[in-house]
């Protein structure tokens, strides 16, 4: 069945470096590519996503790129913070049934 | 946006019983999605609930032993049946909001089961 392979699974960082998180997809008709944000015992949220008809989004210190020839799309966020300390998931629209195809997360540590 | 009320969002339970996790939404979806999801491990899909017909089951998981009711466009449940410890696990409903080309998934605060 389709996947989304997402690497690493646990980043550790310095307070104020970039962090860079990368997914793969096996689903070539996927167009729609979200980022989630789970923190400790909350539910995921979306935090930014991007359609196969750009290439790159920003949103103040988070942006997400798209290679769709690769089937890879990365989640870049700068000046880490904190709070940007939670688990992150990539996931890829399947264009079949309309289901996101999860990828397996990643633990962000930030250290201060 | 959605959201959605999950209840309970934790329990406690003998093996050999089941327990029924409910999902409130707040407006009318389509599609709605049931998790399962390991302390910071990824969401595991269990099944797909559409409103009017049978439950859509993924690989792993039957309806005997997760019966999901759709009575509605705002309304599911998941029934966790005759369980065991493997069963401990959050679960955590979803839907998607924004159209064919572009969904946001809402999810649940999650129910935290533990099976003892």
């Known amino acids: 069945g389709e996947n989304v392979e997402q690497h690493p699974s646990t980043l550790s960082v310095q307070e104020g470096d970039s962090a860079v998180i990368k997914c793969t997809y096996s689903?070539?008709?996927?167009?729609?590519f979200p980022w989630y944000k789970q923190e400790l015992g909350k539910r995921p949220q979306l935090i930014i996503d991007?359609?196969?008809n750009v290439g790159e989004k920003k949103d103040q210190r988070i942006a997400v790129t798209l290679n769709k020839t690769a089937k890879h799309f990365s989640l870049h966020i700068t000046e880490t913070q904190p709070e940007d300390s939670a688990v992150y998931f990539c996931?890829?629209?399947?264009?079949?049934?309309?289901?996101?195809?999860w990828g397996a997360g990643t633990k962000l540590i930030i250290k201060p | 946006s959605a959201v959605i009320s999950q209840k309970p969002s934790r329990d406690i339970c003998q093996r050999g019983t089941s327990l029924t996790i409910q999902c409130q939404v707040d407006?009318?979806?389509?599609?709605m999605f049931w998790y399962r999801q390991q302390p910071g491990q990824s969401l595991t899909l269990i099944a797909t609930?559409?409103?009017?017909?049978?439950?859509?089951?993924e690989s792993g998981f039957v309806i005997d032993k997760f019966p999901i009711s759709r009575p509605n466009l705002t309304f599911s449940t998941l029934t966790v049946s005759n369980m065991s410890p493997e069963d401990s696990s959050i679960y955590l409903c979803?839907?998607?909001?924004?159209?064919?080309?572009?969904?946001?998934?809402?999810f649940g605060q999650g129910t935290r089961l533990t099976v003892v």
């Open positions: 689903d070539s008709a996927s167009n729609y």
């Open positions: 609930a559409n409103q009017g017909s049978e439950a859509t089951y």
């Open positions: 979803s839907v998607g909001i924004g159209g064919l080309a572009e969904t946001e998934a809402f």
């Open positions: 991007i359609r196969s």
């Open positions: 407006s009318q979806v389509t599609m």
């Open positions: 996931a890829a629209l399947m264009d079949s049934n309309y289901q996101l195809i």
